[in-house]
């Protein structure tokens, strides 16, 4: 037998903040730490594992011999394993051999390992988090770049496709470091949102079925190359939001599942612990090991990563016990609902904790229900978050837009409905990559008429979107309109951004995020309805929708007109809350944008003539299918 020594890492507080669900910071007590321990250098193991018989640590440093490094249970509660083997350095790979108590024998990766062998293998690697980070001027003034009052325009990016080598190969954080930086930066965006980057057996799961929770992938390089990467950003004043997945898990036999021979991470009951959709298992929000577990991994990429947000992935699922099943197929709550009070109680924990020790963070909910009090704080019955997405803005616009102009006088209302409900919840407007797969078309396909009508409504879909109160997302591909639906195992078609009506689309999203920041009318009061007033929402002979985004004085108001048709519309009437010289801020007909440039005035001087229930009004022409953005 090794020789395996006696150590821990854990205070009797450790354990009982683990016992208690309490725990955010086991990434510092579990999984692998190359340390110095009675004058040898060597790794520290320990790992949850409460109904193994047996844990042995297995590599090739002991030729994966099943037997020879057995570690030692805690004498207390914890059902942690734990001990010290000597000569073991940064770089090893490992797996943890648990003998279960049914006598079958199981080989697992480390659940809190900090790196991994790169897919198919599946070993975890002994490794450090330490950096010496040089993002200090960001990390000092994020607090004002992250507020619900600022500007937050993002651009969610799949790694393994955003861009390949000109050999098909994945490129690395550093060549993302410096190609993806500069890119997003040059496009004006705020903030930049990756699908999952932890690590994940099977690239088209998209990263979304995790296995490493606390592993970047390493497809892309080491834990320290993603750090460059996220450093590199906050240098240029750009914030990092990683998509999150605590809602499920997949079943490989490396993973999670059965972890010591029983369901320790899943809930036992399939009818809540398996999901039907996704054939993967459910955390056991209930249970208090695995709630110190995932807030854990949410503080550990918030402190480690110096990451500025978290976009927490299929809220809905987890919320709803009868997600996904039918009748028979689940369990009601102790009130006989529907409601997992659960993972409820667990959400609130998760955004009481975060904001508590990252208070210049933000935690958004993708959650496509009508769920009550998402970005409610936890002390007035909410679940916390920081936003929401607004799914159902995102599906009627769509709808919308999709549809023939002619027919378009009879649906404004799916254009104009979100406006009813978009203060009910800190809202993000989405445009994700959910849009733009399985069938769904390219943004640029789903749009209606000739070459020329496409790329136009594209450009008004964006004005709209920036227009609209709440912050904004965009994935890849979509700023300069995609042919293609998105295809995650090849490169965006780069290419595109050549011709003419493409590097349009793409100038006019670095006009719209570059307005967005710099006019207070669009994001100061961004969930408010004081932001937000109608000029005119059922123009249904012209097809013309108006509205003014209110600033904190009259001088910062805006005036959005969107002409919906491809007809112009000669001297449209609207009535304005200040007279004087009312100045085109945003013109999408533009020709530097692809549009038509249809002679349309720059500036308009006010008529004391009254309209829309305002005393001055100006009469403008407007190009087919446009955007006009004026200001005083």
């Not at 679940?383 to 006088?409: A, E, S, V």
């Not at 749009?447 to 920036?466: S, T």
């Not at 004087?580 to 999408?588: A, E, H």
């Amino acid at each position: 037998m090794a020789n395996v020594k006696p150590y821990s890492r854990l205070s009797d507080f450790d354990v009982a903040l683990f016992l208690n669900g309490k725990h955010t910071r086991l990434y510092e007590k579990l999984g692998a730490f190359e340390i110095e321990h009675e004058g040898e250098i060597g790794t520290f193991f320990a790992v949850w594992a409460p109904n193994a018989e047996a844990v042995h640590v297995i590599g090739n440093f002991n030729f994966w011999d099943k037997f020879s490094h057995p570690l030692m249970k805690r004498w207390d509660a914890s059902g942690i394993w734990e001990g010290f083997i000597p000569g073991i350095r940064n770089g090893e790979t490992y797996k943890y051999g648990i003998q279960a108590k049914s006598g079958e024998y199981l080989e697992k990766l480390d659940p809190m390992g900090l790196f991994c062998e790169t897919p198919p293998k599946t070993a975890s690697i002994v490794w450090s988090t330490y950096k010496e980070w040089n993002d200090a001027p960001w990390m000092e003034n994020r607090k004002a770049k992250n507020a619900l009052d600022a500007p937050m325009s993002v651009y969610e990016v799949h790694l393994g496709s955003w861009q390949k080598t000109l050999d098909d190969q994945y490129l690395t954080y550093d060549d993302f470091a410096d190609k993806l930086v500069s890119y997003v930066k040059e496009m004006n965006f705020t903030h930049v949102e990756f699908m999952p980057v932890m690590e994940h057996p099977y690239a088209p799961s998209w990263g979304y079925q995790i296995t490493g929770y606390f592993a970047p992938s390493s497809r892309f390089g080491d834990p320290q190359g993603f750090m460059r990467l996220v450093e590199r950003f906050h240098q240029e004043g750009i914030g990092v939001i990683l998509d999150w997945v605590p809602s499920h898990f997949p079943g490989d036999a490396h993973g999670l599942k059965d972890f010591d021979g029983t369901a320790i991470y899943e809930h036992p009951d399939p009818r809540k612990g398996y999901h039907p959709d996704w054939k993967s298992y459910i955390f056991d929000y209930g249970r208090t090991e695995v709630r110190s577990f995932l807030l854990s991994n949410a503080a550990f990429w918030l402190e480690r990563y110096h990451v500025d947000g978290l976009r927490v992935d299929a809220v809905a699922s987890m919320l709803y016990l009868d997600y996904s099943r039918n009748d028979g197929e689940w369990i009601p709550n102790e009130f006989g609902g529907n409601h997992n009070l659960d993972t409820i109680s667990f959400l609130q924990d998760l955004n009481v904790h975060m904001y508590g020790e990252f208070p210049d963070i933000q935690i958004i909910a993708e959650e496509s229900t009508s769920f009550n009090g998402v970005t409610k704080p936890v002390f007035m019955g909410g679940l916390g978050f920081g936003q929401k997405w607004m799914m159902g803005w995102m599906n009627d616009t769509l709808r919308f837009f999709q549809k023939d102009p002619i027919y378009r006088q009879h649906h404004l209302n799916e254009l104009t409905f979100s406006l009813i409900y978009a203060f009910t919840e800190n809202f993000c407007l989405p445009l994700s990559h959910d849009e733009v797969v399985y069938g769904k078309n390219s943004l640029l396909n789903k749009m209606p008429g000739d070459d020329w009508q496409q790329f136009a409504n594209l450009r008004l879909l964006f004005a709209e979107q920036f227009t609209h109160p709440g912050t904004k997302l965009i994935f890849q591909g979509g700023e300069f309109g995609q042919r293609e639906e998105w295809n995650h195992s090849v490169s965006l078609d780069w290419h595109l951004t050549e011709y003419a009506p493409h590097k349009g689309i793409q100038a006019t999203m670095k006009a719209l995020n570059k307005l967005y920041r710099e006019e207070p009318a669009l994001y100061k009061k961004q969930f408010s309805h004081e932001t937000f007033e109608w000029l005119e929402s059922n123009d249904q002979g012209n097809s013309v929708v108006s509205f003014l985004r209110k600033g904190e004085t009259n001088k910062e108001t805006l005036i959005v007109i969107l002409n919906l048709t491809p007809a112009p519309r000669e001297d449209y009437r609207i009535g304005v809350p200040l007279p004087g010289v009312w100045k085109v801020l945003f013109n999408s007909d533009k020709g530097e944008f692809g549009g038509s440039d249809y002679p349309t005035k720059g500036a308009v001087m006010t008529e004391e003539y009254g309209w829309h229930g305002k005393a001055f009004s100006i009469s403008i022409s407007l190009p087919p299918l446009s955007c006009l953005i004026l200001k005083a």
